[in-house]
């Protein structure tokens, strides 16, 4: 999806570009997005702007998305990207998902806008046969949405990252394509 596209709620999903750093370092230094990623605080512009030109240096590697609102000055509401799970040949049918979407945005379609764009992408241009994620065990609204969007449990992941000064669990999750490409 090289366009911006959008849906009836007023959602624009695009690619990311670097000109999205200043609002990326916004969003990911919200308090309540870092403290529900793998992400830490403090967030600089600088870097988001060189992590956004790295993704888009090496074309069909990452796939880093954006979801914006509104009129004419454009809100950012969430982000979401896919990722190579591995850089071993063996797995490169496998990617990371990642996503994040702006609290007061959050029940407004914003999270379902991103999964339906990643996973069309996976699905129908990227060959990708296997979505990977983690999630925190008591993040049930997004574990909601990835059982909606087709991601089964895998496991659970115990003291698998530190929020908050607390050693919390993650649940494994994976989705694979639900009609693989065949030959005719």
Known sequence: ???????????????????????????????????????????????????????????????????????ENREMVGNAGLHPAANSLRRRHAMMLGISVSPHAQGSGVGSALMAALLDYADNWGQVLRIELTVYTDNERAIRLYRRFGFEPEGTMRAYALRAGRYVDVLAMARLHPAPPQLP
Do not use: N
């Not at 695009?14 to 967030?43: K, T």
């Open 1 to 71: 999806m090289t366009q911006p596209q959008d849906d009836p709620t007023g959602i624009t999903i695009r690619r990311g570009v670097p000109a999205d750093a200043a609002a990326m370092a916004a969003h990911m230094g919200d308090a309540e997005i870092y403290a529900g990623l793998l992400q830490l605080p403090y967030p600089s512009e600088e870097m988001w702007r060189q992590r956004i030109q790295d993704m888009a240096s090496q074309p069909g590697k990452d796939l880093f998305l954006v979801a914006e609102r509104g009129g």
